[in-house]
């Protein structure tokens, strides 16, 4: 023993407070409080921690020799907590669930870190197998990696049952394995008084002036008569509560969500709340589940953990701090059982000596001080430390290795001077005999003690997933062992808290755990299936380890789990190390699949609701519903129908607030557990449902998305039936339900091509669905939400429906209830109702379009298109004001751009017709609806600021701005409103408009729409230099203007002409344009006098003609390309047939109608030309004699070319032609123009 050990102070050992401990592995932790260590020379290890002591160690006062021990002192029988109940008379039998109230005390332990749980005397007996011949019968239980060590006295069971007739096939089983009929020993008349005598000597030593008091003969034989009644009703009469003795309060932890905690902290109120059923006799008293011990120590011996109760008195004082004192005749020696008994208590118990008193015939003769670790050499006492420890290591890993299923009592026996020891499974025995599992009186203490453990590990948070395999098997096994008609309440718990186990907010890819398939421990189901593989696993070990059975056995073998043939081979070190290793429980089957997640989640939540429901006593009015019958889903339509399912909705958004007092419709009472309970089922599988729905939403299963989140609401629907106030928390969650019911709505109106589709899907439903359904529908019709979530037929419908549910949640999350909560939830909801009331808007302004494109021509505009254009502009007017409550400037642009739509839309609806249906006049109606479209326009740029916001949507409000400017003008230009205006008025209006127009042709910018804006912009300059051209031509007396409007037109024409040229899809636009500007020039020159002038005029409109090669470059080309992808070329009578079924692209009418322009414009020119070459009065130079040489030339081709030649033959000639016109730099000008 080390010097530490007696020097240690006694308040460090006992202490009076139980500890709480923090992890699971309990002796490791503990044992850094109280690093005290004993060696058994060196032999084996050992350490002892109290977790909890009734009191210090007494002060005592040995009694003086010669004391007379069979007198009792003055404070005999005395109640006093420094003694345990062995030294008051009472039975020193083990209970038969002391292991179970010592574990209910310390759950943090059970499981895990601790090997045994048990009282110290079942620890020796156990200990003392290969020295004793005397008979061992201990029930065995499993709880995770901890093993439950309970005496198990056989012949009591028997005794007491034999009242019923219950257990009568063990009472058979058991006298076929002593073949012999069975009989009760009866305590011998020593047994008593040597037990009489010890507790006398132990109150002397307690008592101060150890005075001895005469006691009555009779009331010392009634006293006998007490211990001897009190020895052998050790089994309990009625089990009670373990929170009736001391109550383990479930600490609070952080991170634990409120339903969590109701359902973890239920098994307290579980067990007070429910009527028990007694096991034996009510008359008699019995602790019960008490731990009435008088501590609990956490022993480590080597390496075996284990959790005891002792009540072994320790006194100290003087130089003795703790001893433990024993009383033995002088005459009789100490043998290697008593010595062993003595060695075991102080190791247990952390003692470092004993004092030994030796009486003769009940007189005090002497005292001897022995130290601990000389006990095993004291004579005629010897043994071997080491074997003690091997046998220790033996029959712990015997247990393991055979007690392997959670919930089942194991039968560990050793008859009287039998050396064959033997395990039996008696709840599979119980199954054997057709017995009901719950007359085995270990069921309930077993399932409470699951029950509790897994509680414990589900509060802590911060290994939650460590610990979920272990919850979910703890769990499984505990419901499997209960009867759901007497156990309701700790079933509907347990579901609950499996239910838990499955996190809906889960990423994808689970973190934590590992699958089934991914190789993940089948433990953690706890099924049949894995019960199967265990017993394969025990035939196999039993190969390997000889103390199995074989079947080939004696048939009372046969029905072992396992055989220790001799007890001689627990001496024999690592005889029977375990190698089937008790399988850890840790590892939990995370799903991949999220709907396989909420499918567990909902199978639980089934199961709890079917506990709650049976335990209610007065049965729903509603008729019983068939599983196999599917719900019958309604759907109304008309306004009427809507406008009461939106009441209805409105009202069970709001919080509602007013108290249940009265039965529920399934006759619930309000408070009761089954009230609670059920709320946090109904809300769980609200939960699920919800997770279920968004899940499909992903997948684009709309159909059954839409089931997923009716079945979420009609669970909402039957929770605040049961439940008069809703917390924020849950609101929040409904808020998130009616904003994805507004979301599938949404979706459902948009794809309204794969309706018959979602119809299917929304039709389906599974046996659990139908079997949840009916349960809610015990509490509540359920009708609340059928107007959001029935399956619409009219797309219209679909959006008013999701714009309600949007609202909806939007006016929930600004209620009184949920204002305070700082939700990130109400940004994303008013995005939400932006875009569907954007939708609606869109919706009934495509309706307003369509309506206007049926109507006739000359009918005004209608009042059915004017309420359509009232609805569409009030929901862009609503969806701005969303987007702008949330600052997105982006969508907010969109909106204001949609309503510059609706605004054109409504301009076009107000076009005048004549009589002869031709366009009238550009009316002032259109004007006001473009200028109004034109505002909205501009607030959207005002609204974005900058093209850095959203280069996309600045494009696009950029591009419609320029497209309605350029439609006002052009209106005003083709339709101008003379009737109204003067003609200048209106060239200054179109004149405005084009440049405004022009202004917003993005050139610059490298786009998509760069193409668009070229062609755009090159039409803005022709048609502006068109209209000043024909205000030129028009126009009489003002010389200032005319050469205002000539110079206007020439930079229009030439700038039309520059951006015709870089685009290569418009060569009718450029040859038209080319033209005109030649029409131009002629004009310009018909007002000059004198021939040189002419001549340079018409050289210059001759420079322009040549251009035109450009343009008949890119029409023989496309005309070209055409041809080729043409698989039959069939020549045609007429000259441009063809070509005309080849160039599908290009409109062949106005390339023919241009040529016919062309061609007497080109000739009319050269001819004009020639005459003026000819006439001018100068000697010609060099040079014009060869460009008159060349003219004269290209017209005489001109004039005799064939006039019924193919296009494409023509269209080579005029480029020849044009061709030897153009200079040479102008030659290479076009070429590189044209690559």
């Not at 006093?80 to 332990?109: E, M, R, T």
């Not at 009042?863 to 969508?891: C, H, P, R, V, Y």
């Not at 993005?1002 to 048609?1023: C, F, G, K, M, V």
Request: glycine share 6%; charged share 25%.
């Amino acid at each position: 023993m080390s010097s530490a050990a007696g020097d240690r102070n006694p308040g460090t050992l006992l202490d009076n407070v139980k500890e709480d401990v923090g992890s699971p592995v309990c002796a490791e932790d503990c044992s850094k409080r109280d690093p005290t260590m004993y060696f058994g020379n060196g032999e084996v290890k050992s350490s002892a921690v109290v977790k909890y002591s009734a009191a210090p160690p007494s002060t005592y006062a040995l009694p003086e020799e010669k004391t007379d021990l069979k007198m009792p002192p003055a404070n005999w029988l005395r109640e006093n907590p420094q003694l345990g109940s062995a030294v008051l008379g009472s039975s020193s039998k083990s209970k038969p669930f002391s292991s179970f109230g010592i574990a209910y005390d310390f759950i943090d332990c059970i499981g895990n870190g601790v090997d045994v749980v048990s009282d110290s005397e079942n620890i020796k007996k156990l200990l003392k197998i290969p020295y004793s011949k005397s008979h061992v019968s201990m029930a065995v239980h499993r709880v995770g990696r901890t093993l439950l060590v309970d005496e198990l006295d056989i012949q009591e069971l028997f005794r007491r049952s034999s009242q019923t007739g219950d257990w009568t096939w063990l009472k058979e089983f058991y006298q076929r394995l002593n073949d012999q009929k069975w009989q009760r020993k009866k305590k011998s008349k020593e047994h008593w008084y040597q037990k009489a005598i010890l507790s006398k000597f132990l109150y002397y030593s307690i008592n101060g002036d150890g005075a001895a008091e005469p006691v009555l003969d009779n009331m010392n034989e009634g006293d006998d008569d007490k211990n001897a009644e009190e020895c052998s009703s050790s089994w309990p009469a009625t089990f009670t509560s373990p929170s009736d003795a001391q109550e383990s309060e479930i600490p609070e932890q952080e991170g634990v969500s409120a339903d969590r905690k109701f359902a973890l902290g239920q098994v307290t109120s579980v067990l007070k709340e429910q009527n028990l059923p007694t096991l034996f006799n009510e008359g008699e008293n019995s602790q019960g589940l008490r731990n009435d011990f008088v501590r609990n120590i956490m022993w480590t011996f080597e390496d075996i953990h284990m959790l005891v109760g002792s009540n072994m008195p320790i006194f100290g004082g003087g130089r003795y701090p703790a001893v433990s004192l024993k009383l033995r005749e002088s005459n009789k020696p100490i043998n290697i059982l008593t010595g062993i008994d003595y060695w075991l208590d102080n190791l247990m118990c952390n003692v470092p000596e004993l004092v030994m008193c030796f009486h003769v015939n009940g007189i005090v003769q002497k005292y001897e001080m022995i130290k601990t670790e000389d006990i095993p050499h004291l004579e005629n006492s010897t043994f071997s430390t080491r074997v003690v420890k091997d046998i220790a290591q033996n029959i712990l890993s015997f247990l393991k290795s055979n007690c392997t299923k959670e919930g089942h009592t194991y039968w560990l026996f050793k008859a009287s001077g039998s050396d064959i020891v033997k395990l039996y499974d008696l709840t599979t025995l119980c199954e054997e005999a057709e017995e009901e599992k719950y007359q085995n009186p270990f069921t309930l203490p077993v399932a409470v003690l699951l029950y509790k453990v897994a509680s414990n590990l589900m509060l802590k948070t911060r290994q939650n997933r460590k610990h979920y395999g272990t919850v979910r098997t703890l769990l499984l096994n505990c419901v499997k062992l209960l009867d759901q008609e007497r156990h309701p309440q700790i079933i509907a718990s347990a579901y609950y808290m499996l239910s838990e186990l499955f996190q809906l907010n889960e990423p994808s890819e689970g973190d934590g755990g590992e699958s089934l398939r991914a190789g993940g421990l089948e433990d953690s189901y706890s099924d049949e299936d894995r019960e199967e593989e265990e017993e394969e696993d025990l035939t196999e070990d039993s190969d390997e380890n000889s103390s199995f059975s074989d079947g080939s056995k004696l048939q009372d073998d046969s029905k072992a789990v396992a055989v220790i043939r001799s007890v001689g081979e627990l001496s024999v070190p690592e005889k029977y190390k375990s190698t089937h290793q008790i399988r850890p429980s840790g590892s939990f089957p995370v799903s991949q699949d999220k709907e396989e997640r909420c499918r567990h989640i909902l199978s639980y939540v089934l199961m709890g609701l079917k506990a709650v429901d049976g335990s209610i006593k007065r049965e729903s009015d509603l008729p019983a519903a068939d599983p196999n019958t599917p719900i019958p889903l309604k759907y109304e339509d008309g306004a009427s129908a809507a406008e009461k399912g939106l009441s209805l909705l409105l009202e069970r958004a709001g919080p509602v607030q007013a108290d249940l007092k009265h039965p529920t419709r399934s006759g619930m009472i309000p408070g009761s557990w089954q009230h609670h309970m059920k709320m946090q089922l109904f809300l769980k599988a609200s939960k699920a449902y919800y997770v279920l729905s968004d899940a499909a939403t992903n997948l684009l299963k709309y159909g059954r998305a839409l089931r997923y989140i009716k079945l979420s609401m009609q669970c909402y629907d039957a929770y605040c039936s049961v439940n008069g106030t809703l917390s924020p928390r849950v609101l929040q969650l409904h808020s998130q339900c009616l904003s994805l019911c507004g979301d599938i709505q949404l979706m459902l109106a948009q794809n309204a091509n794969n309706r018959a589709a979602y119809l299917e899907e929304y039709s389906y439903q599974t046996k659990d669905d139908q079997e949840i359904l009916h349960s809610l529908h015990r509490e509540s019709s359920c009708q609340a939400f059928n107007m959001v979530t029935d399956l619409a037929m009219d797309p219209e419908y679909q959006l008013f429906v999701s714009s309600k549910c949007y609202e909806a949640a939007h006016d929930l999350l600004i209620s009184e209830a949920l204002k305070e909560e700082n939700s990130d939830q109400l940004p994303q909801l008013l995005k939400r109702l932006g875009n569907i009331r954007n939708e609606m808007g869109v919706f009934y302004m495509n309706q307003a379009a369509a309506l206007q494109t049926e109507k006739e021509m000359k009918k005004p505009v209608s009042t059915a298109e004017q309420e359509l254009w009232k609805k569409s502009f009030s929901f862009f007017e609503k969806g701005i004001g969303d987007f702008e409550a949330i600052g997105d400037k982006t969508n907010t642009a969109l909106l204001l751009c949609n309503t510059g739509r609706l605004m054109r839309i409504c301009a076009q609806a107000h076009c005048t017709v004549m009589a002869d249906e031709s366009r009238g006049e550009f009316s002032p109606e259109e004007a006001l609806y473009y200028n109004k479209a034109i505002d909205y326009y501009l607030s959207a740029m005002r609204s974005l600021g900058s093209r850095e916001i959203h280069p996309a949507v600045w494009d696009s409000v950029n591009w419609e701005l320029s497209t309605t400017y350029f439609t006002l003008a052009t209106l005003l230009q083709d339709f101008a409103p003379l009737s109204r205006k003067a003609q200048e008025q209106i060239e200054r209006e179109v004149t405005e408009a084009m440049i405004k127009s022009l202004k917003y042709c993005d050139l610059q910018t490298e786009s998509a729409r760069q193409p668009l804006y070229q062609y755009r912009a090159a039409t803005i300059h022709h048609r502006l230099a068109s209209m000043y051209h024909s205000c030129f031509r028009n126009q009489v007396g003002d010389e200032h203007s005319r050469k205002q409007h000539r110079s206007l037109a020439e930079l229009h024409y030439s700038k039309a002409v520059s951006l015709f040229l870089s685009l290569r899809e418009a060569p009718c636009e450029l040859l038209r344009t080319l033209l005109e500007r030649v029409a131009f020039a002629e004009f310009t020159m018909a007002g000059q006098s004198s021939s040189m002038t002419k001549l340079k005029s018409l050289t210059g409109a001759m420079e322009i003609m040549t251009e035109a090669h450009h343009a008949f470059r890119l029409i023989q080309k496309e005309l070209l390309e055409k041809e080729e992808e043409s698989s039959e070329p069939a020549a045609s009578e007429s000259p441009i047939g063809s070509d005309m079924a080849a160039a599908a692209g290009l409109d062949l009418p106005e390339v023919t109608r241009l040529i016919g322009v062309f061609e007497p414009s080109f000739c009319f020119l050269l001819l004009q030309i020639i005459k003026l070459m000819t006439t001018v009065k100068r000697k010609p130079s060099n040079k014009d004699e060869e460009m008159l040489k060349t003219y004269k030339n290209v017209y005489s081709k001109l004039l005799r070319a064939d006039k019924s030649a193919p296009l494409l033959d023509r269209i080579q000639l005029y480029m020849d032609l044009l061709q030897q016109l153009t200079p040479q730099t102008g030659s290479d000008g076009a070429n590189k123009q044209e690559e």
